[in-house]
């Protein structure tokens, strides 16, 4: 007994010679092949339900409510190394400028005197001052963000040598330069003082 699934033709049993254009094969294996065929139309059709899409966009808000405050994290500390480069470049500038001048450069000049390239950005403004430029000068970073943190830096003279120290604010609202408190020097020992912790030199 011969039927025809398209181009295939199905006997019970294998028939010597096949008509022309035609493949043999058994009935189990048609059975097999149909099913295989009318399963791939019904998946043409098929698509996300609606509780699928709800799981999906459910995991998508967990994940964004414990990935975005750490990224604003992260975004705020890329923000403060600008500080804590310049301020800490403006140290060992002032180191050299001593070397030459054995003066610290301070004032309203000093950022031109060092010629470094530092300028106020919109994250920090960096000012140079000292009482006795012969003895010392605080290298300052003011936030201008009050999420960010301010930085402070100084050289001194001691001995005929110019150390150094870095210190970053403890909380983000010590911002401006005034409110940055300035790191000591006690018999040569250099240290951060106020709500200031070192973080280099």
């Known amino acids: 007994m011969l039927f025809k699934v398209g181009k295939l033709l199905v006997t019970r049993n294998e028939s010597p010679t096949p008509p022309n254009g035609h493949t043999q094969m058994k009935a189990q294996i048609a059975a097999k092949y149909i099913q295989f065929l009318s399963n791939k139309k019904a998946n043409k059709n ?52 001593y070397l030459e001048n054995q003066k610290f450069a301070n004032g309203a000049t000093a950022m031109a005197d060092l010629a470094i390239g530092i300028k106020d950005t919109a994250n920090y403004a960096y000012t140079a001052t000292s009482t006795d430029p012969t003895l010392d000068v605080i290298n300052k970073g003011a936030a201008l963000n009050k999420d960010l943190k301010g930085h402070v830096g100084a050289s001194y003279s001691t001995g005929g040598q110019t150390p150094t120290i870095l210190c970053e604010a403890t909380t983000p609202a010590i911002t401006s330069a005034t409110n940055l408190p300035s ?15 070192k973080v280099g030199n």
Do not use: D, H, W
Request: with cysteine; aromatic share 4%.
């Open 46 to 97: 098929s698509g996300f339900t609606l509780i699928e899409l709800l799981v999906v966009i459910i995991i998508i808000g967990i994940l964004s409510a414990i990935a975005l405050p750490s990224f604003l994290n992260q975004a705020a500390k890329a923000r403060a190394s600008e500080a804590r480069t310049n301020v800490g470049a403006m140290n060992r500038a002032q180191q050299a400028y």
């Open 183 to 197: 790191p000591s020097n006690t018999a040569g020992v250099l240290a951060c003082t106020g709500a200031t912790a």
